[in-house]
């Protein structure tokens, strides 16, 4: 995620970072080139173009506009779930904190439940970014041997949830807990596991992929048909009216295709999952008293 | 499901698989004859045509797009309803391994009951597919006297509820389990028996007829008019810009089709509920520690 | 609601049944017929038309397109809520039944509870669709006495509940149900009470009627005026144009009042509560062991 | 609330109570005189007319449909929660009803407690609409002593839900109510709380003020500088026009103004209060077994 | 936020307070000027203009205008959850004071708690304006030696739902709250947690970077173009218009970013914390019989 300061409208038209330009400057570049051939041989007349009126072009640009509007909302739906989501784990580290001192569970069983409960962030963040690792993380919260069992598990998030089920089941075996704070339980790792649901869901199903072609497709039929449109209309402006739109429209394509996947680094507006499996290894080292490590900081404005 | 890696931007323009292309391509071969026929009409005056300016095909096109705007996003949230309650599926199968395993279940009655919530999914899938064949699925499963009274009853996925029930209402009657272990197991139940409502009202309960009709014929009534708004202005480049807006507009509504019937396998943008069901068998298998089948995979980058 | 199998374009090009064409129809040849006229006295001059450009009539067609959209939305929404909630009886009815069971309920009190819970249904039926009878359907589910002094009451479902609620308060004072279990049938009574609530409000609170007025006062203006607009461009297609607009728009208006009272059985759209009803029936039986009814077909692809 | 027949399309295109219209006639008929002075200096050149075209009136004419659509749905989703709201009301207030019998709780207790119950809508709909007076139906329902305390009290609401529960202390206090019934009687309590909240949060927050400015000020804007654009195209038809369209623009406005507050009895749209606080004595009436008040009937088509 | 009784007609035009128009006044004013500048130019034709039609304009317009559309849409909606979540921070206090007197709490608990659930919304308050002091308001509220170790934490809110823990805890060990009083009280702390979670995450999570920037640029860009478009149209009228367009596209940026952050004093948009924590006060003084203090009234039209 980016962290800015909120800027003044001067530095908001000229700041790189965070915006989509670098992603789509090489389209917009063909683009621009593109266009200005059209306008050559528009004006020496090097060959005859197909002239048509851009009537045709407000009509299907308001039809690709709401498209691409429509896909924007879902995908912006679909990111700030995945914050909705996080922030839910976030708060039930702490619930579960909270409920296991309130039912006066002893330190020997509460203290593997907290640890296992901030490692399953862990584990959630790995399982959503293949490509980072997140065992020393687990590592330094688990004993060895947990750690190397749950790492090997096809799914560690859920061998965790297991694991913590087992610390629960031994309790109410030692009549340490009786059915109620069973139940009271059951639902803080309910909550984490349909935390866990929400998160694969987001990260497993990205949107029909129908969507993403229509679109992706109609806007760049669109945007390299626009130049026969405007030449006669704008002359030597059409590259660069041209590539305005295409800056709209490719850019709320590639900002769509951005947040429908949440969890990814690619582009910068990712969430920034490392730094709330800090806040929950913060969480669980108060609620065992323990000194917690320091927050995450943003690197260059980003948070990862 | 269509799997893809997240794609360049030239493969999205020239991918074949999960685009809505080959659903529409005869209309669309259809309105480029049509078109190219009214092209050839103008040009050699073979008779008068009707000519009209393009304003009121805007007007049109800007009320269809609106409503087919809304139609595919009702559609849409149809689809990510119905993925949503696969993924409850997926989180409650977890969580009445871990209610049992908490409640210290006899292995004799948690065995069936977790047999039971497997065979669940299954039972789900056929009644959402009904083409396809769970038998052999819940046959695996169950014992043979179980599964040949649960197939032949009207419901199976409500019949294996009611022996899911059958089984806690008996270790009620036991003492095994107390009124607080009933109410928490029946809270699941209930939750079970809530996703299974959801999905029988997204598979019978289509949206309103009247809005298919509306949508359909005004989308090809606009279509088969255009290329008389547009012959007198982009001449030979009419069937191009008719079939594009036509790609446009059937291709929206087409979509919104399949998303509508979010289970069924038409299409290729249809909910994995095959690979879902396998998941569940798998959640089961680790519960009771037993070897987990392996997970689906994706068959010519579809998951069935 | 219309059953369909999902037929191929041409078929829905031509569908009468469910379409709202023949409830506008009467409104669209008033409208052909007055652009006709229109068409008549600007060809042969009759008299002096007012003549302006369609500009005008764009940006308020946008306008009212919003608006209708809008309006769409919202019936819609009101419509699938409904659904939605018939959907929660439908699975509340089956949670009262395995409730029951799971707290070992003696078969003294749980049939005329779940008994109850099916003529609920009937009763809510017959409350929004207050020209059906609902009589005889609850007669055959209760005896004699029951039924007579619930149907004399001002709240029929409302009665049901508190006839039902006296029940379970019976086995409490019995001892035969703790106050756990009470709670817990206490929930799905109130859930119960929800639905009626929510089936309640949709039936009492249309949209703001002056949502109605401006949609409908401005669509009819809209559409006597066009022929002004079209006829200096179109020509004799005028009447042709002006009544597909006008399908587009008395069609969306009309088919946004059907939604927006979901029960009624005018128009074609409503939904199938006296299917539900039966649904529950079905269910009740099958909970108490007995041979349940067949489920309601629908009639000329019409479900009741 | 407007009650009325659903209308056919002629009487709707008639009805003036529940509309709009009376509220922004003053400045349609402002703008037909301005709009005809227009066309009156136009057509006898007094002197010389900025002209130019519609196109730009296009333009901003779309932005401030979409934006006005915008705080129509808002606004309308504000009226739609109130409503949701009261009818949690409604059927909490049976809720408190059946759960205070399945708890056996002595009529002692009982018959004040569902007393305050429906005091509690009183003494809501007072505090929505501060210049109607609840003391008397207040009064009829309670004794003098606690009417007169309440009603001293700045919030008298939520001095009630502290009477109600000072009821079920004592009770838990003597032994008669259980911890399991004390947790089940304060979940309705706090749902009656949460009604309380939620109403007040529509009542207290607004929506931005300066949605509303933007809103204003652009429509009287454009609709004032709209013959100006329209008189050159459409002559002595522009101030029916312009009013055509301020009638669709300033209708919208107040209408979502009347709806952004939908308790204040003002216009005609508001939420039928005191018919749903007479539906609540009612219930609470029959759950005692006293003879009910008759329900609240419309006066001239409205019911408050 | 804005405290204004319902105004005018009129005196809506020319509020200025809660508008946003003093803060987009130098960009209006500069573009007034620059396009001034341009009329200049094209009327005396000190240098040939690129002219061009407006159409490209209306096409691009529209584009904005939905986008537009939808960030307001998206940033209303986290504004009015803020308020929401605030309402539940005054009804959970509220429900605390209750539930705590219902399970008969003796006072030397009941008090500290209760005061801790006052602080909590200064601590909420205090990290959502990071430039104001809450700490007199807690510091009245509770004992020195809390306040000191309450401030000096990371992250006080959270502490004090520590501390709050604690003290149930606390009773739970002396046998004075069973174990259904301890998942009562945990099941509001967790709300109150809940409420937490959701304030951290839109005090946190703006937005998208993106969006912003796509936004500002192209209305900037658009609005600066403009003119070249509009000039050869409107002439002398152009900087109006421009200016008016702008209004509408700088306003409603400047205003989604207001209310991106709902909790900032900076524009007269935010809500107001401070009242609804003194609204807090005040039911906790309420509930332990205290005399409570005033409600905080608006300052100039602004409750802070």
Chains 1, 2, 3, 4, 5 share one sequence.
Not at 179 to 184: E, G, L, S, W
Not at 272 to 298: T, Y
């Amino acid at each position: 995620m980016i962290i800015h300061k909120r800027a003044g409208f001067l530095t908001l038209l000229f700041t790189v970072r965070g915006s989509v330009v670098p992603r789509v400057l090489p389209q917009m570049i063909l683009l621009a080139l593109f266009s200005s051939g059209i306008v050559f041989i528009y004006q020496y007349h090097t060959f005859e173009l197909p002239e048509f009126s851009l009537t045709p072009f407000t009509l299907l640009g308001i039809a690709l506009s709401l498209f691409l509007g429509f896909r924007n909302n879902a995908a912006y739906d679909r990111w700030w779930e995945g914050r909705k989501l996080w922030g839910s784990l976030v708060y039930e580290t702490r619930a579960i904190g909270r409920a296991t001192e309130l039912l006066l569970m002893p330190d020997s069983a509460r203290r593997p439940l907290l640890k296992l409960t901030a490692a399953f962030s862990h584990a959630m963040c790995q399982s959503l970014r293949p490509d980072s690792d997140s065992g020393p993380a687990i590592a330094s919260l688990l004993d060895a041997k947990t750690t190397s069992k749950l790492m090997q598990s096809a799914n560690p998030a859920d061998a965790i949830l297991r694991e913590m089920a087992r610390i629960v089941a031994k309790e109410h075996e030692l009549k340490r807990l009786d059915t109620i704070a069973v139940n009271m339980l059951d639902q803080h790792l309910t909550a984490l596991a349909g935390v866990q649901a929400g998160l694969e869901r987001l990260a497993n199903t990205p949107m029909p992929f129908a969507f993403t072609l229509l679109a992706h497709r109609t806007a760049y039929i669109y945007c390299f048909l626009l130049p026969l449109g405007l030449v006669g209309n704008a002359l030597w402006l059409t590259p660069f009216f041209t590539t305005l739109v295409a800056y709209c429209f490719f850019g709320l394509d590639t900002l769509s295709e951005e947040l429908e996947y949440p969890f990814t680094k690619e582009g910068a507006n990712h969430l920034p999952l490392e730094a709330m499996c800090r806040v929950n290894e913060i969480s669980v080292a108060e609620a065992l008293g323990e000194k917690p490590p320091v927050p995450l900081q943003p690197v260059k404005h980003i948070l990862s």
